[in-house]
């Protein structure tokens, strides 16, 4: 189901509010006790002061950096939360996803992560997890008609893909023709394409070719099918690609058909390769908008803790982004994550799904 985005801004800032608020009342909060000179303690909720609570992480990753980012983020947060993880991931498999759902429902955990999938055939194990009492968080899955009970969680894909949409335009100017990689049917990407068949028609550009596949070698399979593209339609000035293994894909072939200088190319998300690539010379990457994945995935996981114990208050959360330009990063020198986070603190989600118990971890 498509959601409206005010409706999703407002389910945030009622999460963001309830936060606030509580920081003001910590004493009332369940889990959060006072000594006898009446300062707050950060005491663990149940049941995550008798030991570690088991949970599942059952993923559908691809390649690429940004899959192996956001599960350092689960990992990390996991560790500090007191959740002890057990991971499973399909790798671009959907039927392999079910079959790991179907085992982590059975394992006896007291919360289920859900990363990616296809809702057709995710939608019943995670209304089967949670009418088994199970916390289910999901990411990047739509799952709200068929499984009220779970809570979803997202990037502000809306967000993202205008973000770096305004400034393709804003570089190569309207009615240009231009090139699209994507792949629908997956959830962030889907909203992704609602943005990006507004701009095609407010800008008026000629989309010359559409291509896009989901793989676990998404960069090295999409390069083929972009070279094939650019060698049929000469001429084009720009591309957007919906996810950076996407537009890794597209620079290569961007590269391989010596139009560096002449095609620009705009993605989603970002990783140390992706600075890399993106800051090397000639480079046809220009923008991303992106949030950053290690945050994305502890913010997840901290909405599960809250989730288990009943304090979320919410039931979608979504994660604000922010544009990255390729001219930001040379002028600032940043060569890497870690040079990232320290230019743009707001990228570490501090303030999303946390608790006086519950702190972000720092990376």
């Known amino acids: 189901m498509k959601r409206n985005p005010i409706t999703r801004w407002l389910g945030v800032c009622t999460l963001l509010g309830l936060l606030a608020c509580s920081k003001d009342h910590d004493g009332d909060r369940p889990g959060v006790a006072r000594t006898a000179a009446g300062t707050v303690s950060d005491a663990k909720p149940a049941p995550f002061d ?13 390649a690429g950096d940004y899959f192996e980012q956001w599960t350092v983020g689960v990992r990390r947060q996991a560790d500090a939360a007191g959740f002890e993880v057990q991971i499973y991931d399909a790798r671009a498999d959907p039927g392999r996803q079910a079959g790991d759902m179907k085992t982590a429902i059975e394992s006896g955990v ?12 995710m939608c019943p194990l995670v209304r089967q997890a949670t009418d088994a009492g199970i916390a289910v968080v999901v990411y990047d899955i739509e799952i709200t008609e ?14 993202l893909a205008t973000l770096v949409l305004t400034q393709m335009a804003k570089d190569v100017g309207d009615g240009v023709p231009v090139g699209y990689v994507n792949v629908l049917g997956i959830a962030p990407f889907d909203r992704r394409d609602v943005v990006w068949k507004k701009f095609v028609g407010e800008h008026k550009c000629a989309q010359k070719f559409f291509v896009g596949k989901f793989t676990h070698d998404v960069a090295t399979d999409n390069a083929r099918l972009v070279d094939a593209a650019l060698k049929a339609n ?14 890794k894909g597209a620079i290569s072939a961007i590269e391989q058909n010596g139009l560096s200088p002449k095609l620009a190319t705009y993605g989603i ?9 993106m800051t090397k010379k000639d480079s046809p990457w220009k923008a991303t908008g992106t949030a950053d994945p290690r945050a994305v995935g502890a913010a997840v996981t901290r909405t599960l803790a809250l989730q288990v114990v009943g304090q979320l208050g919410s039931k979608e959360v979504v994660f604000p982004g922010t544009l990255v330009t390729r001219s930001f990063l040379l002028e600032n020198q940043i060569k890497n994550m870690d040079d990232l986070r320290a230019r743009m603190p707001a990228l570490t989600l501090a303030d999303v799904s946390s608790a006086s118990w519950l702190r972000p971890v720092t990376f």
Not at 51 to 61: D, M, T, W
Not at 110 to 121: E, Q
Not at 146 to 159: L, S
């Open 50 to 62: 008798a030991g570690p609570v088991k949970i599942a992480l059952v993923q559908n990753s691809g």
């Open 110 to 121: 007291k919360g289920i992560i859900v990363d990616h999938g296809l809702a057709g055939t």
């Open 146 to 159: 068929c499984a009220p009970k779970a809570v979803e969680t997202e990037q502000d894909d809306a967000q």
């Open 234 to 247: 000469p001429g084009v000035k720009a591309i957007f690609a919906a996810y950076d293994e996407l537009a």
């Open 269 to 277: 998300d970002i990783s140390n390769a992706d600075i890399e690539l």
